[in-house]
């Protein structure tokens, strides 16, 4: 049973999370930094125990104090949110041998995902489609060449333990490879304390597109739909939707099918997501996965109904799938979501400080999730989400036409926040025929430039 679950983690995540453990009748342990004493984590939790100083590495990451904590509030189990410990192995490692269950997949599976080469090859072998590239890891530069020999250039090097961008370059011709090659694998070693590298092909201006998955701890797996997330700069998403509009049923229901094999046959558990490219020949191929709930991941409940952050609780109190979903998974209208950064619109610079006021907004098919309040302080220590804004509606335009209202009626002050630019996207004719890539904001910026002048 769980009776009782500490949250390892801050903000508006850390909220979500008190949210469905109150749903559920289940009692709630905040942690917090020194930075974070007046949050509404630390208030609207049942407990709260302060682990350290505002700095993450010796607070949100110093697992010795987060499991003190446990411990001397009795937990039974810990729900990392998302970023920090959340697909730390190590850490749901610890979790286990102190009998506190780790609301996420067994550390074996995380640590396996984690290795990217592996989760390719474990994807593959079940009929995931993966781009074409290297089977495994390089042993060095010449394999590189021999395998951009068979698919063609350009292909990137990867860091098998990456994430964020980092550790991958991209290689246009053989001359470039082995300087590619080396460069990759420092980074990566600088990055990750491990230098392992694979390579795929190349796609110049993908999609980035993600499927959302639940598995119970006995063999289902369900998939619920996929979340469009092309719209980002510098690896930091700015706004998302579901479903895609350039996935079709059918290759919504082919994916589906095997990632639900290929899933059930690592054992996977818990919530997670995996990422897919969109090339221009409309099919999908299998970068990564996520083995954690994701920032986004609202935009999945408002169009499957379905509370995945309850969900996450129920799989690990042993529930099964067809108990949690109650019926077959039906996806209905569309959802936005607008990450509202306390930062720069123009520069994207950080911008902490105390919110003198604030309104937020709210209606029919308007959804806001937040930790701010008026007079509350965003600290520059943490990452620089102050809300997420999302909205519902019947179709996209009405799912647009809310977010333009909501964004409207939105209001902080004391802070600069990236609202203005969300006006400036849901303004945008590309944005609005949905022609998006990761290159969208780029042109999009380039737009607004040349607007100016
Ligand atoms: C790629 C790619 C093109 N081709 N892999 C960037 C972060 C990491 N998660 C994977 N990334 C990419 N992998 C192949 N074979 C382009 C990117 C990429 C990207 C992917 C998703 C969202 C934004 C991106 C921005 C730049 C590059």
């Known amino acids: 049973m769980i009776q009782k679950v500490l949250i390892a983690n801050r903000g508006e995540i850390a909220l979500r999370v008190i949210c469905a453990c109150k749903d559920l009748g289940i009692k709630t342990v905040a942690v917090y930094s020194e930075a974070d004493r007046y949050s509404l984590h630390v208030r609207f939790a049942d407990e709260a125990v302060c682990i350290g100083p505002a700095k993450s590495a010796l607070s949100y990451l110093n697992i010795p104090s987060v499991i003190s904590a446990a411990e001397i509030t009795n937990v039974d189990a810990i729900h990392p949110g998302y970023g920090f410990l959340s697909e730390n192995s190590d850490f749901a490692e610890v979790c286990r041998a102190s009998g506190l269950k780790f609301i996420g997949p067994e550390p074996e599976v995380t640590r396996m ?119 980002q700069r510098r690896h930091q998403k700015l706004v998302e939707e579901a479903p895609s509009a350039a996935v079709s049923p059918e290759l919504r229901a082919s994916t589906a099918k095997a990632l639900k094999a290929a899933l059930k046959a690592v054992g996977y558990t818990n919530a997670g997501t995996v990422e897919f490219l969109m090339g221009d020949d409309g ?16 935009v999945t409940e408002m169009i499957t109904g379905i509370d995945l952050v309850k969900a996450q609780l129920r799989i690990a109190r042993g529930e099964t799938l067809p108990e949690i979903l109650g019926g077959p998974v039906e996806i209905r209208g569309h959802a936005l979501e607008c990450r509202i950064n306390a930062e720069n619109p123009v520069t994207f610079a950080p911008s902490p400080g105390r919110i003198k006021a604030l309104n937020l907004p709210g209606g029919i098919g308007v959804r806001v999730d ?17 809300a997420k804004l999302i909205t519902h509606g019947r179709d996209r335009a009405e799912a647009i036409a809310r977010m333009q209202r909501a964004l409207d009626m939105f209001v902080v002050e004391g802070i600069q926040t990236s609202i203005p630019l969300h006006q400036k996207i849901m303004a945008d004719e590309e944005f609005r025929a949905a022609e998006i890539d990761t290159h969208f904001i780029t042109r999009f910026l380039e737009r607004q430039k040349a607007k100016q002048e």
Do not use: W
């Not at 099919?283 to 609202?298: D, M």
């Open 113 to 231: 995902m984690g290795l990217k080469q592996i989760a390719r090859e474990k994807m593959r072998e079940h009929g995931v489609p993966i781009l074409p590239g290297s089977d495994g890891l390089l042993a060095n530069a010449d394999e590189g060449l021999a395998v951009a020999a068979r698919i063609g250039y350009p292909i990137i090097i990867k860091a098998a333990a990456g994430g964020g961008g980092r550790g991958m370059r991209i290689v246009r011709s053989a001359e470039e490879l082995p300087g590619a090659y080396t460069a990759a694998r420092q980074e990566a070693e600088a990055s990750f304390t491990c230098s392992d590298v694979y390579c795929e092909k190349f796609i110049e201006k993908p999609r980035h597109i993600e499927f959302q998955v639940l598995a119970d701890e006995h063999g289902n797996v369900e998939v619920l739909g996929e979340r469009e997330c092309s719209i």
């Open 283 to 298: 099919t999908l191929a299998f970068i990564e996965v996520n083995a954690r709930i994701q920032v986004e991941h609202c």
């Open 370 to 386: 937040t930790a701010a309040y008026t007079d509350g302080v965003i600290p520059p220590y943490y990452d620089s989400l102050l």
